[in-house]
């Protein structure tokens, strides 16, 4: 994705319109979807590089409600784009490249080649988590390997876990384990944490979590499943191997919202500025939701909220500038 202008040679002369134009494809934008077919307005999503989202990355969802036994995450991806097909919405395979929201109808570029027009723009773009990098984690994520506590830490009862990092989630994350884990190693690369006062007291004084100062992560151990955590002192560059059966990254999500900055208010961090009580974004028309717009709850039930939200406040603005 980029934010630079839709070069000259892509023709918008008779290309697709459409009332609603859903980008990206995690619980957000299909609920969107859902909801904006349902008021026959016809949307077409464009699935993005990961379709279906984060949730494609989880096994186990066990905290979506009505799903009484839990979901693997990528059929419960299934079942809310087919949800959303079946009342009409156009699910289609292709990043958007390219934006120009500065007259209406809006424009945009699928695949830095195909140029279409919408009348409303709703951004379900997500966020991604930031890893470490490591070959290992990429090989053992969702078999011990995990950026996300809430989803996958009641897989880990009785045994011992890891969590890197040292802001407000790595404190959030280690703290939620305690629930499950025997104990939790928090390894920070400093000698001081980043994370909130308070969010420290609580790390520091509970019973189950020890922190391991100034140490990086330099492997993830296991064939099959995380055995453990490869450490290195950045002081004194000694190296240990720390037996774990869980490894959490919690060092930062980053908003995939880069091809929107150049339009809309975003915040320092990236994720893109809604009005209060509300989706709808600096630039009419164009209505943000989910993780993209949400650096706070990051939930699945949350995101397909705000997607819900999206979808009216399209349907609204449409039905107000059509009088
Ligand atoms: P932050 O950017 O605040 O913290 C990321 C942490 O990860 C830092 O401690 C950083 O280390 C560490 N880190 C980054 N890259 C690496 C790496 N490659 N290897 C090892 N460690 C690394 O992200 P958060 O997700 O924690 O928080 C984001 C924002 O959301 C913050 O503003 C936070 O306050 C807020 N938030 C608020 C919550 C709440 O109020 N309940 C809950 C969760 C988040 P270093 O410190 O050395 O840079």
């Not at 079946?86 to 500065?102: N, Q």
């Not at 070959?135 to 897989?155: H, I, P, W, Y």
């Not at 007291?201 to 151990?221: A, S």
């Not at 190296?239 to 208010?265: C, K």
Request: glycine letters at 10%; hydrophobic letters at 40%; proline letters at 4%.
């Amino acid at each position: 994705m980029s934010s630079i202008p839709i070069p000259h040679e892509i023709s918008f002369e008779g290309a697709a319109h459409h009332r609603v134009l859903i980008i990206g494809s995690g619980p957000a934008g299909y609920t969107a979807a859902l909801y904006a077919a349902r008021a026959n307005l016809a949307p077409v999503v464009y699935e993005g590089l990961e379709p279906g989202g984060q949730l494609t990355t989880t096994t186990d969802v066990e905290n979506y409600p009505g799903y009484v036994d839990g979901v693997l995450g990528p059929a419960m991806m299934e079942d809310f784009k087919a949800q959303a097909v079946r009342f009409g919405a156009e699910v289609k395979y292709g990043e958007i490249t390219h934006l120009d929201l500065s007259q209406r109808p809006l424009k945009a570029v699928v695949d830095e080649e195909t140029g279409i027009l919408a009348d409303t723009v709703i951004v379900a773009t997500g966020a991604s988590a930031r890893y470490l990098g490591l070959e290992n984690e990429k090989r053992l994520l969702g078999r011990g390997v995990s950026a996300c506590a809430t989803c996958d830490g009641a897989f880990f009862r009785g045994v011992d876990l890891a969590v890197v990092g040292g802001g407000d989630t790595a404190m959030e994350e280690s703290l939620f384990l305690t629930r499950f884990a025997s104990k939790v190693w928090l390894i920070h690369r400093r000698d001081e944490l980043r994370a909130s006062k308070i969010m420290q007291q609580r790390v520091k004084e509970h019973p189950k979590i020890k922190i391991i100062w100034n140490t990086i992560v330099t492997d993830i151990l296991g064939a099959d499943e995380v055995t453990g955590v490869r450490l290195r002192n950045v002081i004194d560059n000694s190296e240990r191997d720390l037996a774990v059966r869980g490894f959490f990254v919690a060092i930062g999500h980053t908003p995939n919202t880069t091809l929107f900055r150049s339009w809309l208010d975003v915040d320092e961090q990236g994720y893109i500025e809604t009005r209060p009580r509300s989706t709808q974004t600096n630039i009419p028309g164009v209505f943000a939701c989910g993780d993209a717009q949400d650096h706070v709850y990051r939930q699945a039930v949350t995101a397909a909220g705000t997607g819900c939200m999206a979808a009216i406040d399209a349907e609204r603005f449409l039905a107000a500038e059509s009088g």
